[in-house]
DNA sequence: AAGATATGAATGATCATTCATTTTTCCTTG
DNA sequence: CAAGGAAAAATGAATGATCATTCATATCTT
């Protein structure tokens, strides 16, 4: 097995579990077992415990990025542009369910060493809202007295804290789509000048 | 100095430790120099570390839910009792960051001992922003296609992503009723049926 | 066979928790 | 009202459990 495998079989394991039991509660003899791997080998990889963590959402949230600016770059209507934003996201914590919860109770952490990595990413991915809305105004479409970098805390905000209730709800079923659909337009009713 | 006195001195201070610290990083000895108390003392008012934090839950989360219920029953109008909801959290979270930080993190752990304790008073307060809701569709003012239970994460989602934000943001004092108001009215249109 | 990788038992640091001892409170009674 | 003493409250040093991390040894690879 090539090193590079085996560092990306150790953040998966990684990955689930911190989902599991959060990054505190996870033992690296555990990621460890879930890896196939030996504790030692870890040391090999990674630097320490904290590093693990850092490299998941290193890997992880550059990965999303990408993805994301990709499939909004061809989209011309800002409103359009929203809604997929919204799909998107709900799709990704839809698709890697471990993966969203580690993003959502770490990027809650307060250590100085995570404050550091977690921002970077985390405002590049803010980002993103603030200048579809800031478009959407240049356009002439949105609004013009909302600040575009509220509106993008705000959007996450509903988009996070749903993707906690997707995730846990046990019993029903709900539509990804549909639901971004609804949030999106529903956030876009509130956006949208009313004179249009 | 009575008993419950010292209990509360040590929540005060448990709350200003984990808050600085987080949950995990923070020492049960430090929590008691905070307090001006010995480490043993802690354990004649609590059970274990994990019950302080319980207990702070408890504590803060029943009177909020106590605070806000009261404030909202006299307003009649949907509409501006979502607002004074938004304004009423954005507030406490202003006058007490450090009570907001804990929350903030601790509300998405998932050990299994937070999870019981923290849906029980999450989904009360929650339920407030349903209920408001559901009344407003009752009254003719909202639409009818929205899930209140649905509307109430959104909401939530924002204004808890809205604090982590008036809370961190070192430069810009933002004037919390003009922000609630903002977001509220903004959420307002595109919750209010277009033809009214 | 030499270098690169991997192993996992042993180490040591870090706290949460306990409990033998001390201090405070407050009631009794002379 | 003061002394005494028993119960309650508080103390903090000692204990022990829990891991993260290391490193001497083993196993692969070429």
Redesign the interface.
């Known amino acids: 097995m090539r090193g590079e495998e085996k560092y990306r079989m150790i953040l998966n394991a990684a990955k689930q579990v911190f989902a599991m039991?959060?990054?505190?509660?996870s033992k690296v003899s555990e990621i460890a077992r879930e890896a196939h791997v030996a504790d030692g080998t870890i040391y090999l990889y990674f630097k320490n415990k904290d590093d693990i963590l850092i490299s998941l959402f290193e890997e992880e949230l550059t990965r999303i990025i990408k993805t994301v600016k990709t499939d909004l770059e061809p989209i011309e209507d800002p409103c359009k542009k929203l809604i997929k934003f919204c799909d998107n996201h709900l799709t990704i914590v839809e698709a890697d369910r471990a993966l969203a919860?580690v993003i959502?109770?770490e990027l809650?952490?307060?250590?100085k060493f995570m404050r550091e990595y977690k921002n970077k990413h985390f405002l590049a991915y803010l980002n993103i809202i603030a200048e579809i809305i800031a478009q959407g105004q240049q356009m002439g479409v949105f609004r013009d007295d909302?600040k575009p970098e509220?509106c993008a805390?705000?959007?996450?905000?509903?988009?996070?804290?749903?993707s906690?209730?997707l995730v846990t709800a046990k019993r029903k079923r709900f539509d990804v789509h549909e639901?971004a659909t609804?949030?999106g337009s529903?956030?876009?009713?509130?956006?949208v000048k009313?004179n249009n």
Request: proline share 0%; charged share 20%; no cysteine.
């Open positions: 039991e959060g990054f505190y509660n919860e959502q109770v809650r952490q307060s250590n909302l509220l805390r705000v959007i996450f905000g509903s988009l996070d804290e749903l906690t209730y639901v609804m949030v529903s956030f876009l009713n509130g956006l009313e």
